[in-house]
């Protein structure tokens, strides 16, 4: 079982419409967790980090995380073509450690 | 502030020829990291660094690969000898603490032909 996964997509939403992006995790003990947006040929770029169970909101965006599940989501309202991009999910070991384990990424198209 | 610093952007090298990385990470942070990405397996941790000190390794694929921070503002990853199966993108990126996420340099695209 992979640490961090996620559905490869792609993910096809129009726009103005709402994106769902998933990811479970297996390590129960993890405590902070993290969404990354990575266009094409660019590095990855944090959008979202996580720590409590529940919904954290930033603008357009919605981190939602239930730990007894294991599960994390990122919901994206009003999706716009520029939201096109793959989102990675990175979730931070547990044991003191400062080492994020990245998921292989859900690629999502937003079309007009 | 200048964000995380990668040298060089673009590499190409022949195969069993030496390659060095060069990263520099935020002013501050204490946390640096080296991650590859491929499209077959993803972002993968090959080694972090925190106050200079290696942490962990294990990511590190061969006794090839070998990893330096030698103070707070600069890192090597070398390979010596590349193999074409090094060809990756190489991210280096820098943290302060451990509840923050982390900041990511543009990479190092690298092929070994």
């Known amino acids: 079982q992979k640490e961090v996964e996620q559905n490869s997509g792609p993910l096809s939403v129009p726009e103005g419409a709402i994106a769902s992006l998933n990811c479970t995790y297996s390590d129960r003990g993890s405590q902070s967790f993290f969404w990354y947006r990575q266009y094409s040929g660019k590095s990855p770029e944090l959008i979202m980090f996580?720590?409590?169970?529940g919904d954290k909101e930033d603008g357009r965006f919605t981190a939602q995380l239930n730990k007894a599940s294991q599960y994390v989501s990122l919901l994206i309202r009003d999706s716009q073509p520029s939201d096109s991009a793959t989102y990675l999910c990175a979730v931070n070991l547990s044991g003191g450690y400062n080492k994020l384990i990245f998921g292989a990424g859900t690629r999502l198209a937003v079309h007009p | 502030d200048a964000g995380v610093i990668q040298s060089p952007r673009h590499e190409v090298t022949e195969m069993g020829q030496e390659v060095t990385l060069r990263c520099k990470p935020i002013s501050g942070h204490d946390y640096l990291f080296w991650y590859r990405q491929t499209m077959m397996r993803g972002l993968e941790l090959l080694i972090y660094f925190n106050n200079n000190v290696p942490i962990d390794d294990s990511g590190m694929p061969e006794d090839r690969f070998s990893a330096k921070m030698p103070n707070a503002s600069f890192s090597t990853l070398k390979i010596q000898p590349s193999e074409p199966r090094d060809s990756a993108v190489y991210f280096c990126?820098?943290?302060?603490?451990?509840?923050?996420?982390?900041?990511f340099g543009s990479g190092t695209r690298l092929t070994v032909v």
């Open positions: 990126a820098s943290s302060l603490g451990q509840m923050g996420g982390y900041t």
């Open positions: 996580i720590y409590s169970n």
